[in-house]
């Protein structure tokens, strides 16, 4: 296992890789999820213990501003994580020797956006696993999201209350009266669902309303139907924050069957029960692997 410091413009990225015994190795390089930024999360740890036993090497990374990286956070910015995923494959690929066919990512969640982000950016990328790929914009994700756990723990009018929250959001990100917003939030602070809305308890600044808009309109559609790699998606069959169908709906729309899914059972927005990784996962994953023709065959 070897620690590196990656320069990328306006930060440096702290960096840790894990190539098999034999050395030279195609490898996977991960992307974050949006509360996961660090490096030592236990999903990407797991690979560091799995992949390179397959002859496939392990690339983690802090996100840009968080851990070990420097420079302005990057969370919620999907073009500059791309490019900054983009660079740690460029530096992997300079300092190991590994061919551009042979680098793939790996991502998470929010990650699981910018990695096919990136994979239209260049050719440098030429494979993707992807977890909880989620087919629908973000703000309508939460949307979704917080209809779903309110109105599970507290009935349907809960949580149609906290999807209206969303919805009103929206209208004020998109130029709106932030009015109706902050008498919906003062309202919804004092409900019993209301942890379950999903929503900061203080609207963000008028200033920042085209930052909001810009993350929570991301349209991944288009993304996916540019994408031109091998792609193996997970989804969890409980999983509690996205629409799973309507994500693999967008998938199969973007790329029919050029994308290859496998669903969990027995588990969430992550594969697996508490920190215990589903062998169904890991076992489906470097199966997969094996058969893309430049991991397998090397050069």
Same mark, same amino acid.
């Given at each position: 296992?070897?620690?590196?410091?990656? /320069? $990328? @413009?306006?930060? $440096?990225?702290?960096?840790?890789?894990?190539?098999?015994?034999?050395?030279?190795?195609?490898?996977?390089?991960?992307?974050?999820?949006?509360?996961?930024?660090?490096?030592?999360?236990?999903?990407?740890?797991?690979?560091?213990?799995?992949?390179?036993?397959?002859?496939? *090497?392990?690339?983690?990374?802090?996100?840009?501003?968080?851990?070990?990286?420097?420079?302005?956070?990057?969370?919620?910015?999907?073009?500059?994580?791309?490019?900054?995923?983009?660079?740690?494959?460029?530096?992997?690929?300079?300092?190991?020797?590994? *061919?551009?066919?042979?680098?793939?990512?790996?991502?998470?969640?929010?990650?699981?956006?910018? &990695?096919?982000?990136?994979?239209?950016?260049?050719?440098?990328?030429?494979?993707?696993?992807?977890?909880?790929?989620?087919?629908? *914009? /973000?703000?309508?994700?939460?949307?979704?999201?917080?209809?779903?756990?309110?109105?599970?723990?507290?009935?349907?009018?809960?949580?149609?209350?906290?999807?209206?929250?969303?919805?009103?959001?929206?209208?004020? =990100?998109?130029?709106?009266?932030?009015?109706?917003?902050?008498?919906?939030?003062?309202?919804?602070?004092?409900?019993?669902?209301?942890?379950? *809305?999903?929503?900061?308890?203080?609207?963000?600044?008028?200033?920042?309303?085209?930052?909001?808009?810009?993350?929570?309109?991301?349209?991944?559609?288009?993304?996916? &139907?540019?994408?031109? $790699?091998?792609?193996?998606?997970?989804?969890?069959?409980?999983?509690?924050?996205?629409?799973?169908?309507?994500?693999?709906? &967008?998938?199969?729309?973007?790329?029919?069957?050029?994308?290859?899914?496998?669903?969990?059972?027995?588990?969430?927005?992550?594969?697996?029960?508490? @920190? &215990?990784?589903?062998?169904?996962?890991?076992?489906? =994953?470097? @199966?997969?692997?094996?058969?893309?023709?430049? $991991?397998?065959?090397?050069?």
């Amino acid at each position: 296992m070897s620690e590196l410091s990656i /320069p $990328v @413009e306006g930060a $440096v990225l702290s960096a840790r890789v894990t190539q098999p015994a034999d050395g030279l190795a195609p490898a996977l390089v991960a992307v974050h999820g949006a509360e996961r930024g660090l490096r030592d999360w236990y999903l990407y740890e797991h690979l560091h213990v799995v992949l390179p036993s397959a002859g496939i *090497a392990a690339v983690t990374f802090d996100r840009r501003g968080e851990g070990g990286s420097t420079g302005e956070s990057s969370r919620g910015r999907f073009n500059q994580q791309a490019d900054d995923a983009l660079v740690v494959i460029a530096h992997i690929q300079e300092l190991s020797g590994i *061919a551009a066919n042979r680098v793939g990512l790996w991502g998470i969640s929010q990650g699981a956006w910018v &990695a096919p982000l990136a994979a239209t950016l260049s050719s440098d990328v030429a494979f993707l696993v992807l977890l909880a790929s989620i087919g629908v *914009a /973000p703000g309508e994700q939460m949307l979704w999201a917080a209809r779903y756990q309110a109105g599970r723990e507290y009935g349907e009018e809960a949580g149609e209350s906290a999807a209206r929250i969303w919805s009103l959001a929206f209208d004020w =990100m998109r130029g709106g009266d932030r009015g109706p917003l902050e008498a919906a939030v003062a309202k919804g602070r004092n409900a019993r669902w209301w942890p379950k *809305a999903l929503f900061p308890d203080e609207i963000p600044g008028d200033e920042e309303r085209e930052a909001v808009r810009e993350e929570l309109d991301f349209d991944p559609a288009p993304v996916f &139907a540019q994408v031109r $790699v091998p792609a193996l998606l997970f989804y969890g069959d409980e999983d509690e924050w996205i629409p799973v169908d309507e994500s693999i709906a &967008a998938w199969r729309e973007a790329r029919g069957d050029a994308v290859e899914v496998a669903v969990i059972a027995g588990t969430g927005h992550e594969p697996a029960v508490g @920190e &215990a990784v589903s062998p169904q996962y890991e076992q489906t =994953m470097l @199966e997969w692997l094996r058969r893309l023709p430049d $991991v397998a065959d090397g050069d």
